[in-house]
Structure formats: structure tokens, C-alpha cells
Nanobody, 114 residues
Framework: VQLVESGGGLVQPGGSLRLSCEVS????????MGWYRQAPGTERELVAH????????NYADSVLGRFTISRDNARKTVFLQMNSLKPEDTAVYYC????????WGQGTQVTVSS
């Protein structure tokens, strides 16, 4: 299974980014998918997840109201819209299955700084 994350970059505080993650080599539409992030010196944390049909979402308190997860099962892609970004959102962002993660992709770097 290959996970390819994209869409990261450098953004000023208060800005927005939209991350994408394309999955290949596996069935996609039966799995709950999540976006995770890992800042230097910290453990990887789950910031949002979405059920297989895209009907139910859940967010970490730190991103609730600012981030929106969505998915396109036909394209085997999961998205993360990030608004009102803060410096503490700086991290490498990854997508994966919420349960029994596949091998991790390379992630996409998000840096929030003025």
C-alpha cells in the first residue's frame, strides 16, 4: 500500500492549507481514515478521522472548529482543510487507516510562521 501526502508548505498564522492523501494498492472505501501529525520531539498524534462513507468525523480538541476532514472514495483520496492555522500546528502531517495502520508515507511538512 502506498500513501502519498501533499499540499503542505509555509503559511503565516491565520492562513489556510488543504492537504491531500492518495492511497493506492488497497481497498479504500471500507476503512476509517485519519490524519495524524508529528512535531519534532513529540509522538505522532491523531488530529482527525472520518468513517468509511464520510458520514461521521471526529477531531482532536486542538483543531476542532479549524480543520475539516473529508474523503473522495472514487479517487481513494482523503483531504484535510486547515484554516486559522497557528504556529503550534507546525508538524509533518500523515494520513493512514485509523485502525491497524499501513506502512507510513513520507508525510507533508506544514510550517506556520510569520
Amino acid at each position: 500500500v502506498q500513501l502519498v501526502e501533499s499540499g503542505g508548505g509555509l503559511v503565516q498564522p491565520g492562513g489556510s492549507l488543504r492537504l491531500s492523501c492518495e492511497v493506492s494498492g488497497s481497498i479504500f472505501d471500507i476503512y476509517t481514515m485519519g490524519w495524524y501529525r508529528q512535531a519534532p520531539g513529540t509522538e505522532r498524534e491523531l488530529v482527525a478521522h472520518i468513517d468509511s462513507a464520510g458520514d461521521s468525523t471526529n477531531y482532536a480538541d486542538s483543531v476542532l472548529g479549524r480543520f475539516t476532514i473529508s474523503r473522495d472514495n472514487a479517487r481513494k483520496t482523503v483531504f484535510l482543510q486547515m484554516n486559522s492555522l497557528k504556529p503550534e500546528d507546525t508538524a509533518v502531517y500523515y494520513c493512514n487507516r485509523k485502525l491497524l495502520p499501513w506502512d507510513w508515507g513520507q508525510g507533508t511538512q506544514v510550517t506556520v510562521s510569520s
